[in-house]
């Protein structure tokens, strides 16, 4: 593993409870780390929720984030991630005058089709990890997308 | 019990022992205020300036060991409570800051006196609420004193609503806590801790890096058995003066930028530091590259987050320092003092090439003369709080403290304006002892309106003022590093400090003479009163040694020889 500047994702269990969120994001602003992407959400039959977060920074930055993070009083756990499945979404809007088919076939490389199609547009949706994410984007780019949602990554630990 | 929101807090407050409030009222908060009207359980003290407060709230809670407790109103009551809570937050001191807030309808609103009070405060508070149901408050309270005492100790801010406090609720004080996400590790780990003391058992130069952590965790007095059991050196930073006692043969003294040259020496030339509750802080460890190069560390902190942060540690044990310290002391016999005989007497020879020390001047009082003069007449039975500033550093450096808890002042944030209102919360913790305040002429007018208040409340502080006419610090980086401009530092316009102590209805004295100094001091203690002694001192005295900000910790400006000069 390389020392400096590294991708990594680390996730945090915390309590559902008012403002938990803004302590977090307060505590990588506060501190000058930089978030790359954030996703929230409640974890199903508990009071908990767990948020993925990727950020850039040395093993000696994440480890000083892992353990200021745990000092907070509503966070539970926090772990970076080594061994995962992690996974993006994206959401791309195109006129439907594109050619559809090639596009729905490519999306299903990328573990996705079209989703939705209304009057004038379409809307193709797909999930995989991040980088592959760029890619796909990347090659989409000659079908004039109109709009892109991407949302943060989701992982966990194989 | 029904009662409402106010009440709780009241209860609250009595089931935890609480005997004094810092505080001022306000609109928001009134209902609390009209519950303390009422009662009889805590005495309440208005301060005239909520920072005041708060500083008091420390200063008690620095005393007694206890939490302190401070309230105060929302906007701009709140406001100006901030900087209480920063100075609390850096020097890991228990309060329980209890702030009003709009009604619940107003927030978000810009309402009048309306500030997102816990957004300003999540940054400088261990923790934080905004409490928006009274059925809420009874757990918020208790997790709030527990909060605050336990682990890294530190102040936790409770906002509540105008309707909330109205709010009429089922009361019951007597709940478990639970809190899943927030356990700290008391204990340290017990092969952790062996392997620290063999390393100690076979260290050539091992020295003791004694912090704060030590004095908040109760833990001095074992720590002296500690130090003494091992015969092994320490040093003390500057929160943790008095942990061993000023005549101790092992202490060798403050380390850091005004630290002493043999304890400065020593952590350079150490190969075993043993950290016991110190953060390894700038201040004290000057250029990190440089610093203690050859040493091994063992650090010992209740906080993880500060294992490591600057400084590697080869044996880090997070745990209590008083349940780790006696960990060690049971395995103390291990140890064989008489193998740094040697480097004790390295270490006395250092002291002996440079000891801390300043030179007299016939013409005028030299500083570091009043403080090591008080300490000679009043010692023990004074408790000294400090501003910010020369005198801070004087303080530290020549007072003979003889035990933890006898200095309050304040270290992470430097605070100017800190040491009146502290010295105020001190006495009313301890009011057997004298409580002295040194104190600078810029300093002391940064709550120069607290003479109101110890005045009335019987609070006889008595504030020394190392009077240089000269925002003394700065000027002094001033001269040194800013080739002698000394840009906005003049302090020459001053007030009367004499009729301003008087028109408060305290008593002032102003001395330029050793003997004057004397008679007021001794005036102030038998009087009992609430004192404004201003000392005429030596205008260009240079706090030293000094290591200079970002430089290596063995390169100290020294003080010249006399004979040199
Ligand atoms: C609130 C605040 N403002 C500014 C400073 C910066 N500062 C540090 S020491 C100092 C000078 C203090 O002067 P004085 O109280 O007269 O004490 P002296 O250094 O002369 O002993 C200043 C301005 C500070 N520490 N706190």
Redesign the interface.
Known sequence: MTTDNARRVISVIVVNEASVLSRITDLFSGRGYNISSLTVAPIPDTKYSRITIATLGSVKTMEQITKQLHKLIPVLRVYEHEDMVEKEMALVKFDITENLSDINTICEAYNGKIVNAGETTVIAMVADEPKRIDNFLNSMKRYNPKEIVRSGAVALER | MQISGAQMVIEALIAEGVDTVFGYPGGAIMNVYDEIYKQDGFQHILTRHEQAAVHAAEGYSKASGKVGVAMITSGPGFTNAVTGLADAYMDSIPLVVISGQVPMSLIGTDAFQEIDA??IS??CT??NY?V?DAKDLPRVLKEAFY?ASSGRPGPVHVDIPKDVTAQIEEFNYDIELD????KPNVKGNPRQIKKAMEAIASAKRPLFYLGGGVINSNAAYDVRELVNKTQIPAVETFMARGTLSHDDKYLVGMLGMHGSYASNMAMSETDLIIALGARFDDRVTGKLSEFAKNAGVIHVDI???SI??LVNADFPIVGDVKNVVNEMLAQADSIDGSRYESWRETIENFDALHPLTFHEDSERIKPQWVIQRVGELLGDDANISTDVGQHQMWTAQFYPFSRPRQFASSGGLGTMGFGFPAAMGVKSAAPEKVSVNFTGDGSILMNVQELMTAVEKKLPVINIILNNNFLGMVRQWQTLFYDKRHSETDLSMQPDFVKLAEAFGGVGYRVSTKEEFDAALKDAVEKNVVAFIDVVVERFENVLPMVPAGGSLFNMMLLEKKEDK
């Open positions: 816990v957004g999540r940054s261990k923790h905004l928006t909060i809190l899943e996400t927030y906080d993880p987050a490591s942060k």
